[in-house]
Every structure is written in C-alpha cells, then in structure tokens.
C-alpha cells in the first residue's frame, strides 16, 4: 500500500468519526407516564445517578442532541421529552413524523404486572398503530424511510424488580408478555423489535449500551 493510499484511509475514518459525532440520529422516546422517560432524557445528558423527578413532563419539549460514548465509540443522537398520558399521544405522532423518527424506545415498567391497569398496554397499542398505518393522519401516503429501522421495548426500574446478572435471556423475560401481539405486528410490517431490561435512573452504562446496539444492530 501506498503512503497515500495509507494517508487516505486514515483521513477517511477520521472524517467518518467526526461525520458520526456531528450527524445526529433522530430517536422518539415514549411511554405510559410515570415509566421513566424524563428520567432516561436527563441521563443521556448527564450520565450518572439520576435525582428523583418529581415534576409530570407537560406536552412534547424541543428536540435536543446527546453525545452517546461508549467503548470508544461515539454518535449523536437527538431526542424529545413528550408526556405520557393519552392526551399526548398525538404529540408522539407529530414528533415521529416531523422529525423522521429512526428508532424507537417504548419505555415501559412493571407496574403493569401487579395491577388490571391497562395504561402501558393501550399507550402500546396506540403506538403499533401508528407506526403500523400505511398513511399519515393527514392522509399522505407513508414512504419506505418513514419507518422506523428498528423499536424497542425498555423494560425500565430494573433496580426495582429484578437482579439483572441472574436474568439469562432478557428478551423472554415475562415482563414483556402483555407486548408480544404488538411485536409480532411490526415485524409482519418488517420492522426489527429488540427487547431491552434497563434502569434509567442508576446505571447509566446500560442506558448507553442499549442505545448503541440499537445503531449498530438496526
Ligand atoms: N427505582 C427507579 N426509579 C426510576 C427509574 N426511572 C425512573 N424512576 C422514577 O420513576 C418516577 C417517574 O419517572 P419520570 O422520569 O418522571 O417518568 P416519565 O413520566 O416517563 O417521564 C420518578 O420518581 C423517577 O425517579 C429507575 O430506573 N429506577
Ligand atoms: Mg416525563
């Protein structure tokens, strides 16, 4: 190999570097309320224990960037904090739409396992639905890339329900029981489901893991 053929590649993967540092990745971030979302947002900003939030997320707040960094890799990605309860569903969509969600995190936690609360479950529904629908609300016909490439379901609040080293295939974890249907309908549509078992507000590792494998998976 030449030294310029040599001094190219090493050009060309710095500019990659820098290109997957600056491009930012748009990810939609939903959920029932009360599962961790604002939570997740504040530890993609700040990366460590995650204070208490006490304050309910009102509507869809601007898009912001975070610098994902991990095992010397790094992107940027962009993201909304939006409110979980039904009257914000339709800022969900606004935002999928506007923005040209990429990937998907639906949050969820395990509240729905010890009550007949259907919130996370119907907040599910509404979401399969619209990524699934072949149209936008306004009628426009979806395109190829208005699709999401990939969505996951975050089992949140690990620390809370589960001893994370003992759980030894995440994916079939009964926690995401109540979503299967809904999983089966995106992939009928060709859109990849990854399941994920997470604690927002304490480790701050998995948190960027997660989002990693996301990019490099999907
Ligand atoms: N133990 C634990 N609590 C969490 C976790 N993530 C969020 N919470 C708590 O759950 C509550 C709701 O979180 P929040 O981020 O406001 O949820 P949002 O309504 O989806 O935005 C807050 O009291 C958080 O501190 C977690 O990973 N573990
Ligand atoms: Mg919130």
Redesign the pocket.
Known sequence: MSVFAGFAIVITEAVYGFWKKIHAIQFGIY????????????QLRTRGE????????VGRERATRKLIKIDGDAHTIKSA?I??EAIYFKEWLKDIQTRKVKYIIF?I?NRHLNTSDMEQQIAWKFLIDIICEDTWPDGKKKKNNDYPLAVALWA?????WADINSIENPSQHPIFEPFRYGMRKLNEKGIPTHQYV??????SEMVYRGIMTMIEQY
């Open positions: 959920g029932a309320t009360r599962v961790g979302k604002t939570t997740l947002h504040q995650v204070p208490n939030i006490k304050k309910r997320t904090d409110g979980g949050m936690d949140n609040k690990a620390d809370l997470v604690s927002a507000k304490t480790d």
